[in-house]
C-alpha cells in the first residue's frame, strides 16, 4: 500500500513569491492534515479536513495561507505572497478514522530567500 | 503552557538499556494517544498508540497511559543506537484535534 506522497520535495523561493504544496493520502483516509514544522519544534496543524471539508482551519493564516481539497483525496496548501519566516518544513498526514492514528508524507522543505 | 509537554533532553543511555521517555497533556478529555519517531531530516514514523490506561507492548517498546495524572510515557527496553531520534508525542481529543509535543532527542551510546 502506497503511503502518503508530497511534492514537492524541496522548494526554495524568494519572498512574496507564490508557492504550492500537493499531497495525496493514503487510499480511504477520509482525514487529511496539513502541519508546519520548525527545527526542534513539533509539528504545528494548519488545517484539518474531513473529506473535502475543512474542520478545522483555526491556526491557517488565512491572510496568505489556502488550502483545497477537491473531491475529498488530493490536496493543496498554498502560500501566497511567502515570507521569510515561512521557511520551515510543511507535513501531510491522513488517518482512516476520527481518533486513529496518523500517517505522514514526507514533507516538503521551503527555504524562502 | 502548552497543551502537549515533553522533556526536551537529550537523553542519552548506553546501548542495552531502558529509555524512559515521559510526556504530560493538559486536555481531560484527551482519549488517543500516539508516540511518533523522527530521524534528523525525515518525517515522523508512528511507532505506537494508546487509548485506554495500562500498559501496551509492543516488541522492545511499551507505552503506559495513567489518564487520571494526565501522562503518558514510552519505554524502549535493549536500546540500540538505532533507536537514536526525536520520539514525538502526540495527542488527540475526540473532535479529531491533534496536538504534538516538541519531542524529546535520545540518544544510545555503544
Known amino acids: 500500500e502506497a503511503g502518503v506522497v508530497q511534492s514537492p520535495r524541496y522548494k526554495i523561493i524568494e519572498k512574496k513569491q507564490p508557492v504550492a504544496f500537493w499531497c495525496n493520502p493514503i487510499s480511504g483516509h477520509n482525514t487529511l492534515y496539513w502541519y508546519l514544522q520548525n527545527l526542534g519544534q513539533g509539528p504545528e496543524l494548519l488545517i484539518r479536513y474531513e473529506n473535502e471539508e475543512a474542520v478545522d482551519d483555526s491556526q491557517l493564516p488565512k491572510d496568505r495561507f489556502s488550502a483545497e481539497r477537491l473531491k475529498g483525496v488530493d490536496s493543496t496548501l498554498k502560500i501566497q505572497p511567502a515570507e521569510l519566516g515561512d521557511s520551515a518544513v510543511y507535513l501531510c498526514a491522513s488517518s482512516d478514522r476520527l481518533n486513529t492514528e496518523a500517517f505522514f508524507g514526507q514533507g516538503t522543505r521551503l527555504t524562502v530567500v | 503552557q502548552k497543551e502537549v509537554e515533553q522533556n526536551s533532553g537529550p537523553l542519552s543511555v548506553p546501548e542495552g538499556a531502558i529509555a524512559s521517555l515521559n510526556c504530560t497533556y493538559s486536555?481531560?478529555?484527551?482519549?488517543?494517544f500516539f508516540w511518533y519517531r523522527q530521524y534528523s531530516g525525515k518525517s515522523p514514523e508512528l511507532i505506537m498508540s494508546?487509548?485506554?490506561?495500562g500498559d501496551k507492548e509492543d516488541g522492545r517498546f511499551t507505552a503506559q497511559l495513567n489518564k487520571a495524572s494526565q501522562y503518558v510515557s514510552l519505554l524502549i527496553r535493549d536500546s540500540q543506537p538505532s533507536d537514536s531520534a526525536t520520539y514525538l508525542c502526540?495527542?488527540?481529543?475526540?473532535?479529531?484535534?491533534?496536538?504534538f509535543g516538541d519531542g524529546t532527542t535520545l540518544t544510545v551510546k555503544p
Open positions: 486536555d481531560r478529555v484527551s482519549q488517543s
Open positions: 502526540a495527542v488527540k481529543a475526540n473532535a479529531g484535534k491533534s496536538t
Open positions: 494508546i487509548y485506554s490506561n
